[in-house]
Structures are given as C-alpha cells and as structure tokens.
C-alpha cells in the first residue's frame, strides 16, 4: 500500500522568505510520481510541481523547487521568495504502477499543509 | 480554455433524492476521475475512467456509478444520497492514464454537495 505524510498540520512564513513544507513517502513500488498540489481558501486543486522517482534532478517550477531524498523517501517542497498569495492549503501526492502492472492513476493524498504567508 | 468545468458549484440535498454532478473537460485528455475530499482524510478516488467507453471502481466507490459516453462527459450519480456522502467533490483528468506516473491530473473547481 502506498501512504503519504505530511507531519506539518500549518506552517507560518514572512513574505519573501523561503519555506519548506515536508513530505514522506512509503511504496515498494520502484516507479512513481511526486505531485504537489495547492489548494487556496477558493477551493481549486492547482497542481505546481511533479517529480518521477526516476529523475536525476531535483524539479524546479518558478518559485517553487522539490527536494528529493530517494533514500529518505521525502519530497519536500521549498517555495522560495513567499508571497501573501502562497497562503493555502498544500498536498503532496504520489501515483504508482501497482505490483500487478496496471494502474488506475489513483493519486494517493498526504493529509496537508496550511501555509499561512505573514507581511 | 475552460479546462474542466463542473456543476452544480454547490447543492443541497434531501437524503435519498438522486444526484447527478456533471463534469466536462476541453482538454481531449484521455483519462477522467472522481475524487472526493473530506477534512482529515484528504482526497480519495471514487471512480476513474481510462478511456471514453471505460470504467473503474477507486478506493471508495459504494453509492456512486459513472459512465463515459465520450471523451469530454464524465459524470457521476448517486442514485440515492446519503448524509455521509456529504463533501466536496472534484473532478481530475489527465492525458494519458494507465500506467504512466508521470500524468498529471489536473482539477476541476469542485462541487460542494450537503445531504440531509
């Protein structure tokens, strides 16, 4: 079975310093996908950054950057430069290709993050 | 581009009316799905849909059904609401599906439906 954590129930910032929100991951399975997803007081799913257990590099979109620790299995998302718009709801999600080969594309969700950005 | 679109935005429901949310996307994207989100416990999927013709069972899909008639329709009905089927709903697509990680789905704005 595949689980996400996300052990930060909130997190607070200064505007345009940098943050951290963290992400743990179990799954056996070698091939998988990272997503972070930000979810505002309005209610939308804006997906921002998306990471293969594949890739060499760590994923860079704009302001936001993923850190990534196969060994530690963590995806952490770093935003840099935060904003009063950064204020949300954060989710990280993985999808996996089951041990039977096949996958549905089920996205399993961490609990999230609330960032609240100060002034 | 509208992206996807869903509707109703919001509805409340007497217990054991039928419900269809209705969700369409412009995209040409293959693959659709219906997640469901609940504080504490996240998103979950209900149902999925590979490709127009296709369907499937996610984590929790007892009282929903959907169809796929086309490519762009992927609507979800709840034949007879109950009080814990109360929660915001989204509808995600993606491009490919399947097996591949890397397909991001993107989201629909939600639909937030009350049973009573």
């Known amino acids: 079975a595949q689980k996400i954590t996300q052990t930060q129930p909130g997190m607070f910032v200064q505007e345009k310093e940098a943050v951290t929100l963290d992400c743990t991951y179990d799954t056996s399975d070698p091939s998988y996908g990272l997503f972070w997803y930000k979810q505002p007081s309005s209610g939308e799913m804006i997906f921002l950054i998306y990471q293969g257990s594949y890739d060499q590099q760590n994923a860079t979109e704009g302001r936001y950057s993923l850190n990534f620790q196969k060994a530690r299995k963590s995806a952490n998302l770093v935003i840099s430069a935060s904003q009063l718009g950064d204020s949300a709801m954060y989710f990280c999600a993985m999808r996996v290709i089951n041990a039977g080969g096949t996958s549905y594309g089920k996205l399993t969700f961490g609990q999230g993050t609330i960032l609240t950005v100060h002034p | 581009i509208a992206g996807i679109t869903q509707a109703p935005t919001s509805q409340i429901l007497a217990a054991g009316r039928r419900m269809t949310l209705r969700c369409t996307q412009d995209m040409r994207h293959n693959a659709m799905y219906w997640y469901r989100q609940d504080l504490g416990l996240g998103l979950r999927l209900i149902h999925y849909s590979n490709t127009a013709g296709t369907t499937g069972k996610g984590e929790v899909p007892d009282g929903y059904s959907v169809s796929r008639a086309n490519t762009d329709d992927f609507p979800l009905t709840l034949a007879s609401a109950v009080p814990s089927q109360t929660s915001v709903y989204f509808c995600?697509?993606?491009?490919?599906?399947?097996?591949?990680?890397?397909?991001?789905?993107?989201f629909g704005p939600g639909t937030r439906l009350t049973v009573l």
């Open positions: 995600a697509s993606s491009a490919v599906g399947g097996r591949f990680v890397t397909d991001t789905q993107y």
